[in-house]
Structure formats: C-alpha cells, structure tokens
C-alpha cells in the first residue's frame, strides 16, 4: 500500500469519531467514510452496494432527494453527485488501481476539510472543488479509459475469464461488480449447457462478427483486437468467444462499463457490468456534469480525449469493433421521478451533445473501419427458469 493511501486512509478512519462539522452534515460525512472504509476485496459484495439497492435507495445519499431533505437544497444535489461519484472507488480497489483509489479518497478529504470549518463553505466552493477534480484528472481518467480499450496487455477482466475455475461462481465476486441473484442465475445457465454447445454459442459470435465485418469491408487481417461487450455471468461463453477470436488473429479487451463522471452514461451499459445495482440511481446521475458544464469544460475534455488517443494511436488502428452479447428479455426500466436530480439548461444539452457528437469523431479519426454493429442475444427468459430452481 503506497503512503499515499495509508495517509487518506489513516484521515477518513479519523472522521466517524470527529465532531468538527455540524449536523446534520455530519452524518453525511460519517457515512461516506465509513462506506469508503468498507471497500475492500474481502467484503461482502451485497454489503459494499447496500446502500444504494432499491430497497436502500430512499434513505441514501447517493438520492438527491434525500440529500436535500437532509441536508438542504443548497448542498444536497451536489454533495449527492459527490457520493454517486465517490462509489466508483470500488472497481479501482478491486484492480488494485491505487493512483485511481487515491483520487476519491482526496476527493472526499478536500470536501470534508471544507466543512471543519467555524462557517459552512459556500455551496460553489464546493462545485468548485468536484470540476478541479474532474478537469485535473481528465487526461488521466481519458487516458486510461482509451487504453483499456485498446490495449489486450491491460486486460483485468480477460486474467479473470480465462484463469479462473468457472464451474463455481466464487470467481464472479473478483470483478468488484455488483453480482445479482440473475448473475448467479446466469453464470448456472451457462455451465449447464453441454461443452458442445457452449462453443457453438463462441463460434456463432466470432462468425458473425467476421461476417458484418466483411459487410463493412473492414479487412480483419489489418486488425489484431476486438473488444467483447457483456453482463456478467457469460463468462464460460465468453472464455469460448476469445478463443474463437484469437484463432482469427484478434487479442480481446474487454472494458468495464465506466463509474466516473466525466465518461460514465447514463444507463453504464458502455461495457462490460454485473447487474447495474440501481437503475433509478443512474437516472437520477444522468446529468450530474450540469453542475460546471459549459464551453472551457468542454474544450478540456475534447483536448484530453484527442491526447488520450494520439497517446496509443497505433493500438487504436488495430481495434476490428466491439462483440455486444445482449441478454435480452428483462422488463424495461421506467424511471421514477426525482425533483432535485440535476437538470441541464438548453445550453448544456447543446454543449453535451457538441461534445459526445466531437468525442465520437476524434475515436473514429484514431480507429480506422471500427464495427460497432454485433449484438449476440443470450436468453433471459431461460436464466429466470434457473434461478427460480436454484
């Protein structure tokens, strides 16, 4: 553990027992630390997304609702879009990303150390504080996001997938995601398939990834990556798949969906994911960049993105699409509605969408012939079945 981490760490175990900051923000702070003490790799996967299930929901931070029933309007919706933010923390520990952990943990100490004060800061320092943290950290974040795209030999997920005993379903919790009784279910379905069928699925997504490939006119013998896209629980299909893809001469990345602010969706089905612990919670985040988007943020985020590709430029070249293995069948997700959830003003939608329409230029400038286009459809209905037996 680096000394960087041992002093955050060392600072936030401090907090519970501190009476610096006045209630009811203290509650908010004891809360928050005792959360970011809990992450670790041997803690109870239910335990580390409690707080924000659905069950959990109404009284958690991380709702903006509660946040300002609790703590006011002024401070509510922007200390909320903090915790959404800090919860990202738990993948970085689990990839043992200590430089990744340590940005939450200061983070969260710079907008503690702001309430200790004998008067409450003002709620824009406090905007002030999560855009320095966001435009800081935007090359890095940029960075690694793109490299993990690209990059087979960075592979946390792939070391998993093709090291792990997969006829159990302890492997399922070394990935840090949030793992679901349907996560269960489906990891169950699949290694109830026989072996042949199994790798008729593999074989079924590698053929038609090269066959849309071909549709594309994108030569496969120019690539040497393709990227899998996937819920957990699939991973004995997915093990097949890489195979399937290497013997076509393509290494396999396989991204996790992202957790931080300034690349996250909306719904983070952008990557590989266990079951999304909340979509109400990802709603209610959507627009959590309100709170400073505008031209200068926009500039920076292009600027780091367009660095972040030139960075791996020729691995971008080398990327063939990403597979996208669907599970189809669950119900749709209605949104409920959350009256202090950040909007957007026109001019930011406007802004958003430059800067999502600009991203996606920069990424198709870098990687050449890219097919998007293959969803492989796995079967929902059938894990229900299981799960009900299991």
């Known amino acids: 553990m680096s000394e960087r981490i041992e002093l955050s760490i060392g600072r936030i175990a401090e907090i519970p027992t501190e009476t610096l900051v006045p209630r009811p923000f203290r509650d908010y702070f004891e809360r928050v630390a005792e959360f970011l003490l809990s992450v670790k790799k041997d803690t ?14 109404c009284l958690s931070y991380a709702n903006p609702d509660y946040a300002v029933t609790k703590l006011g309007p002024h401070f509510g919706p922007i200390l909320s879009a ?3 933010e800090i919860r990202g923390v738990i993948p970085c520990v689990f990839e043992d990303d200590e430089s990744g952990t340590a940005t939450f943990y200061e983070l969260f100490l710079e907008v503690y150390g702001n309430f200790t004060g004998e008067e409450l800061p003002k709620p824009e320092t406090i905007r002030s504080i999560l855009r320095s943290y966001c435009e800081d950290y935007l090359p890095d974040f ?21 090291n792990a005993d997969l006829s159990r379903t302890d492997y399922l919790y070394e990935f840090g995601e949030y793992v679901s009784e ?3 279910a489906s990891s169950v379905y699949i290694n109830s398939l026989p072996e042949e069928t199994v790798r008729d699925m593999a074989h079924t997504v590698a053929g038609e990834f090269r066959l849309s490939s071909g549709q594309m006119r994108i030569d496969l013998s120019k690539k040497r990556t393709v990227e899998i896209v996937y819920e957990l629980g699939l991973e004995r299909l997915v093990r097949y798949a890489i195979e399937e893809f290497a013997a076509m001469g ?23 994911t ?3 612990p909340n979509m109400q919670l990802n709603y209610d985040h959507r627009n959590d960049l309100g709170l400073f988007l505008d031209d200068e943020y926009v500039s920076r985020h292009l600027r780091a993105t367009q660095e972040a590709y030139e960075e791996v430029k020729d691995l971008a070249r080398d990327l063939a699409g990403a597979a996208v293995i669907d599970t189809l069948g669950r119900e749709p997700f209605v949104p409920g509605k959350c009256e202090h959830a950040v909007t957007l003003s026109r001019y930011q939608q406007e802004k958003l969408t430059y800067m999502r329409n600009e991203s996606m230029k920069i ?28």
Do not use: W
């Open 44 to 57: 109870d996967n239910r335990k580390l997304y409690e707080d924000i299930l659905p069950d959990h929901y």
């Open 82 to 84: 903090i915790y959404a």
């Open 142 to 162: 940029m960075a690694e996001r793109v490299r993990s795209e690209v990059d087979p030999s960075q592979n946390f997920a792939v070391r998993i997938i093709m």
């Open 182 to 184: 349907d996560t269960l």
């Open 250 to 272: 393509l290494s396999t990345t396989i991204v996790r969906a992202p957790c931080r602010l300034v690349s996250k969706s909306s719904n983070r089905k952008n990557g590989c």
């Open 274 to 276: 266990g079951t999304i």
């Open 363 to 390: 990424m198709n400038r870098y990687i050449l012939n890219y097919n998007p286009l293959l969803h492989f459809q796995s079967n929902y209905g059938m894990i229900q079945r299981i799960k009900q037996d299991c």
